[in-house]
Structure formats: structure tokens, C-alpha cells
Nanobody
Framework: QVQLVGSGGGLVQAGGSLRLSCAASGTIFTVNTMGWYRRGPGNQRELVAQITRGGVTNYADFVKGRFTISRDNAKDTVYLQMNNLKPEDTAVYYC???????????WGQGTQVTVSS
């Protein structure tokens, strides 16, 4: 089993920044991808960004140039630096980890990000 604990959400004004963190623990296979998803009010959960253990990244178009995903493999921790936040970025942000070999996906508990206009 893998446990994911996210932190770093909060309330910020438009144009501000936040940094989310998510630490994984448990039985973690080396070949994995970590990422961030979000679910806004009335919306489905959508991909924000993901990163492989080797550092290859993938971003949703709506965050390109504003958000940066990174990870510390030694700590099994993924980060999401969010700059120039917009009200439409308001959502619950979930981190996840996918074991590429087993295809199992694990989710964190979610952290609320609220951007005021």
C-alpha cells in the first residue's frame, strides 16, 4: 500500500502564488509517475501536471507557463509551484502516484486552493 499526504493549500488573491507538497510512503515501486489533479466546483477531476521519476513532465494547457511540477525522489515527494493564480484555479487539488509496472494508482486526501478576485 501507498499513502499520500498533501499540504500547502489555502486562500490567496489573484496573481499570488502557492506551493503544494505531497509526500508518499509505503511500498513504492521505482518506476512511477506522480502528479496533481484538481476538481473545481461542479467539475470533474482533471489533470494539472505529472512527472516521471526521471523528471519528464506533462502539463495541462491551462497551467502552462504558470505552474511548475517537481519531485524529490529521495523523499518520494512531489511539489506543485503555482504562480499567477487565477480565480478559475480554485479547486481541491489531489496528488497521485501511479506504479507503472502494476498500474495501481493511489490518491492523496486533497487540499483546497481558493483564489479570490
Amino acid at each position: 500500500q501507498v499513502q499520500l499526504v498533501g499540504s500547502g493549500g489555502g486562500l490567496v488573491q489573484a496573481g499570488g502564488s502557492l506551493r503544494l507538497s505531497c509526500a508518499a510512503s509505503g511500498t513504492i515501486f521505482t518506476v512511477n509517475t506522480m502528479g496533481w489533479y484538481r476538481r473545481g466546483p461542479g467539475n470533474q477531476r482533471e489533470l494539472v501536471a505529472q512527472i516521471t521519476r526521471g523528471g519528464v513532465t506533462n502539463y495541462a494547457d491551462f497551467v502552462k507557463g504558470r505552474f511548475t511540477i517537481s519531485r524529490d525522489n529521495a523523499k518520494d515527494t512531489v511539489y506543485l509551484q503555482m504562480n499567477n493564480l487565477k480565480p478559475e484555479d480554485t479547486a481541491v487539488y489531489y496528488c497521485n502516484l501511479k506504479n507503472v509496472i502494476t498500474q495501481q494508482v493511489y490518491w492523496g486526501q486533497g487540499t483546497q486552493v481558493t483564489v479570490s478576485s
